[in-house]
């Protein structure tokens, strides 16, 4: 099983990690950071496969993926 | 649990000012994981230009310069004559590289200065509010084009890449996107390449690295990356255009 953490207030919610998930386990939360995004959250982190595409994708490299 | 991925050491924990999506953030990774892997943090200065990257020195854990507009290649010359054994490079959009630093880029090329260059072109200005850079696509919409670029009235854009691989003193020039992971691992690659070639005292390498704007594109993050493939690739075909053994 893999692990992702997500650094909830770096995240500016452009949501290009979640395009790019095999597994599509990736989406926005309901709630807001302090700079007012919606930081993206993993639902089923037990269906992780840890390909890290997430992470490479990410503009702001807020996602930090363990295996 | 082995981590798979994170953010580099050579990138400082500073937030990014870029907006939501703006791919500069991941090629700023990929300049800083490929100094990382080389081992060079220590001998490397980096050159930031005016535009939106203006702030790159404050993301770079490495010595950093600021150069005025379209100089950094310049500065870079000094910065590598004086001592030629640090690694130098320069982080320029195409707003400041291929218009008002035209000249400065031209000559470093030609003159072989063994300096790397990563030039981010995502077809407009972007800190000054989305106006018609040279490197706007013929149709391409802007705030000074709001009918499309008309090359009978505005010209034709610049292949950057295609230009400075006709002169002899480049040894490395390569175009890459940074549209998918793909592209992305791709482009790594390539910047560490040119890395390589300024380490081994080759000469110029200058990588192209095609980005997004969503922000002054007027599109959402997936939008403008799908735009990206679909409309400028074809127009800055991808692939090494020099390369000296």
């Known amino acids: ?67 | 649990m082995a981590v798979v991925y994170e953010k580099t050491k050579l990138l400082t924990d500073k937030p990014l000012h870029y907006c939501p999506g703006c791919t500069h953030g991941i090629i700023h990774r990929l300049v800083a994981e490929a100094i990382d892997e080389l081992g060079i943090q220590e001998k490397t200065i980096g050159i930031a230009p005016v535009g939106c990257a203006v702030f790159a020195y404050d993301y770079f854990n490495c010595d950093m310069m600021e150069a005025a507009h379209g100089r950094a290649p310049a500065v870079a010359t000094g910065c590598k004559r004086v001592n030629p054994n640090n690694i130098v490079f320069t982080y320029q959009g195409d707003g400041d590289l291929a218009s008002i630093g035209a000249a400065e880029i031209t000559h470093a090329a030609t003159r072989g200065e063994n300096i790397t260059v990563i030039f981010v072109n995502n077809a407009i200005y972007g800190m000054t509010g989305g106006q018609m850079a040279p490197t706007t696509l013929p149709g391409q919409v802007t705030t000074t084009s709001p009918y499309g670029r008309d090359p009978s009235l505005c010209g034709y854009p610049i292949r950057v890449s295609e230009m400075l691989s006709t002169l002899d003193g480049p040894a490395y020039i390569a175009r890459v996107s940074v549209h998918d992971v793909k592209h992305i691992m791709e482009a790594k690659k390539a910047i560490r390449k040119a890395f390589e070639m300024q380490i081994n005292r080759k000469g110029f390498s200058l990588v192209e690295v095609l980005s997004a704007c969503p922000t002054n594109w007027g599109m959402t993050p997936q939008e403008a990356l799908k735009w990206l493939e679909a409309n400028m690739i074809p127009q800055y075909p991808l692939g090494v255009k020099k390369e000296v053994e």
């Open chain 1, 1 to 67: 099983m893999a692990r992702l953490t997500i650094d909830r207030e770096t995240c500016k919610g452009c949501g290009l990690c979640a395009e790019v998930c095999p597994k599509h386990l990736l989406a926005l939360s309901r709630e807001i950071n302090a700079k007012g995004y919606h930081p993206i959250g993993i639902e089923q982190q037990d269906q992780c496969i840890g390909c890290a595409f997430c992470a490479r994708m990410c503009p702001d490299a807020v996602i930090k993926v363990e295996k």
